[in-house]
């Protein structure tokens, strides 16, 4: 098992990572009868494309011998009324490398194919910007 999730009432859950002991606290969105006190689970997912495609780009860069350390993501998110479901995901990456244009390239690349993009639904839809820095 991964993790465990409980309900705590008033919706709100926590997670805890089983071998690390982590947890993560979620809210309801206060547009979905919600505090909006932490992240939503539909937050979680999309904040979930972006770290996946930073760790993704970050295990290329350490093959290319690039550091990315410093780099930083903004995620936004739009949601559809019916169903009630996430309809997009914005992500403008601010990358803090000395990659030249080529790895540039592979980088972007690597990180629009990461395993969290390539488990969302086909419908959504994902823009994602890069600004290297």
Request: net charge negative; charged share 25%; glycine share 4%.
């Amino acid at each position: 098992m991964l993790s465990k999730v409980t309900y705590l009432g008033e919706l709100r859950t926590t997670s805890t990572h089983l071998q690390s002991g982590e947890q993560i606290i979620t809210d309801a969105p206060v547009d979905n009868h919600g505090k909006g006190q932490a992240f939503s689970p539909t937050d979680m997912v999309t904040n979930a494309a972006a770290s996946c495609a930073m760790t993704i780009m970050g295990i290329k860069a350490n093959e290319l011998n690039i550091d990315l350390v410093g780099s930083t993501a903004e995620v936004y998110k739009e949601m559809q009324a019916d169903p009630r479901r996430i309809k997009k995901i914005t992500i403008n990456f601010k990358m803090k490398s000395d990659a030249d244009a080529k790895q540039r390239i592979i980088l972007e690349r690597v990180a629009m194919h990461c395993p969290v993009f390539m488990s969302l639904h086909p419908e959504l839809e994902k823009e994602v910007t890069f600004e290297w820095l």
